[in-house]
Structure formats: structure tokens, C-alpha cells
């Protein structure tokens, strides 16, 4: 199984997988507070689907979906359109991949053990000087982003984290969410330090590069797949701007948070070509 695309209606998802049954292509449909994600069955048709998900967007108005439904007889008959999943726990793990979940029990087992006492933030913590740059630690220029220092940090970076993440590797693959990861960490997390110093932690740098790569992908190649309601994306953009004037009410990764859009931002430009694996 692999995800085609999320939707927020979801009686659209249903006339286009009904469509796409017309073509041979089975797909299922899984419902979350999120939207309606369509997955396709047979993923050696995955380049056909993903031309006809391009079609569907280009006019998801088009009578061929509604007809698709009418043939079926049954556009109810495979979600229920009042609620979500009744698994939140299936669902989860179905919109994430191994990359986002692995992240995801990173962040908790060193929250946890940060806890209870264990020196973990001085052994991941980002480089203390400017000196230290070049020593054999270059796990420092990535381990801060999996430090948190409160619950509410904590899980809020998690629930972006699997939202972006597991939109990207689902679509494009962990090689992908890899590199913005990696990437998405560690320049957020030099730029921090020539701002304040190595006092600093989280995953927002990676988020808002995943945030910046979702949406500029989605608006240059939307068969790719990708999806992020320009509500959140105003959202995560006003939150930055708050923190920069001092309006949270609590100490911010300011210029971590910038530099990390503008990596996703990059790297949304430069994968503007390139086709879902």
C-alpha cells in the first residue's frame, strides 16, 4: 500500500478512488481527524495513479468522478463520513513511516532519561565553542533537535514532526525526510549558536523545514503528493513572528526556526523537478 493523497472531503476521495476502480486501480481509504487519506493497492501502478491524481486536481469537479460514484452504487459503502478510524493507534502508525517513527522514540527515550537525572544533554548538546567545531563530535551538530526541555515543547514538535514527516516519507521515501532532517538540523543548529550560544534544543528547526518544504513542494508539483492547509501554514508562520518580538512568554529558537524554513524552502525549490520514487 501506498499513499496516493489527503484530501479534506471526503466524498471527493471517494468519487476519485471510485474512478480509479474504473481503471483497474484498487485503492482504500483511511479517515483521520487530518483528512481522508487514498491509498493505492498495487504500487506497480504507481506512476499511472500519480498522473491521474494530477488530473483529479487539476479538476476534482469533473462529472467522470461523480459517475464513477453512481456506477459503484456504493459511494458510502467504504468510510464513514461522521467519524474517524476507530484504531487512532492503526492510524498512526499508518501515516508514518519507520524514519518519523524512530525520530519520534528518540525524543521521548532522551526526554525521559533527561528526567530522571541521567548527564544526557551534555553528551548531545551542540558544540560548547566556536573552538570545538572541528572535533571528532559531529553528532553535535544534530543531536540538540532531539533534546526537549518540557512536555509542551516536546509534544508539539512530535505532532508536527509525524503531521510533515510522515507526509514525506510516505510520498517520497526516507531518503528524502533523511536529508531534511539532517539538513534541517544541523544548519538551524549553527545559525542558533552564532545567535545564543549552545544553551538551545528541539525539533522545531526541522519542522519548519519540513513546513517550508511541504508547502512550497505542494504549490510547484502537487502530484507529488504532499498536502498543508495554507490555515497551518499561516499558523506556524504567525508563531515565528511572535517569537522574534518576545510575545510567548518563553525563551524561542528564533533564528533556528527561520533558517530551517528557509532550508525547506531550498530544498522544495530544488525538488520542484524531481517525480515521487
Not at 21 to 46: F, I, K, N, P
Not at 190 to 200: D, Q, R
Not at 235 to 264: E, Q, S, Y
Request: aromatic letters at 12%; glycine letters at 8%; hydrophobic letters at 50%.
Amino acid at each position: 500500500m501506498i499513499q496516493l493523497l489527503v484530501l479534506d472531503d471526503a466524498r471527493m476521495a471517494q468519487a476519485l478512488v471510485d474512478y480509479l476502480a474504473t481503471l483497474g486501480m484498487s485503492c482504500e481509504l483511511t479517515q483521520s481527524e487530518l483528512g481522508v487519506s487514498v491509498w493505492l493497492a498495487d504500487e506497480q501502478r504507481l506512476a499511472q495513479a500519480q498522473q491521474e491524481v494530477k488530473r483529479f486536481l487539476s479538476d476534482p469537479n469533473h462529472p467522470r468522478y461523480m459517475e464513477a460514484s453512481w456506477q459503484s452504487g456504493r459511494a458510502d459503502a467504504r468510510i464513514d463520513y461522521s467519524k474517524g478510524m476507530t484504531d487512532p493507534v492503526t492510524d498512526f502508525l499508518h501515516q508514518a513511516g519507520p524514519l518519523t517513527l524512530v525520530v519520534i522514540v528518540a525524543c521521548l527515550a532522551i526526554y525521559a532519561l533527561n528526567a530522571i537525572g541521567l548527564p544526557i544533554f551534555d553528551q548531545l548538546a551542540f558544540h560548547p565553542t566556536l573552538a570545538q567545531f572541528t572535533d571528532w563530535q559531529a553528532w553535535r551538530y544534530i543531536t540538540p533537535a532531539f533534546i526537549h526541555f518540557s512536555v509542551l515543547h516536546l509534544v508539539f514538535n512530535l505532532l508536527w514532526w509525524w503531521y510533515l514527516g510522515g507526509q514525506i516519507e510516505q510520498r517520497l521515501g526516507s531518503g528524502k525526510l533523511f536529508i531534511l532532517l539532517v539538513v534541517g538540523a544541523a544548519l538551524p543548529n549553527v545559525a542558533e549558536f552564532f545567535t545564543s550560544g549552545p544553551l538551545f534544543g528541539g525539533l522545531s528547526g526541522v519542522v519548519y523545514a519540513l513546513l517550508g518544504y511541504c508547502w512550497l513542494r505542494s504549490k510547484l508539483q502537487p502530484a507529488c503528493g504532499l498536502s498543508l492547509p495554507p490555515a497551518l501554514m499561516g499558523f506556524m508562520l504567525f508563531w515565528m513572528i511572535l517569537g522574534f518580538f518576545d510575545l510567548l512568554g518563553t525563551r524561542t529558537a528564533n533564528i533556528a526556526h527561520l533558517t530551517g524554513l528557509l532550508v525547506g524552502l531550498l530544498q522544495g525549490w530544488l525538488d520542484r523537478h524531481h517525480r515521487p520514487a
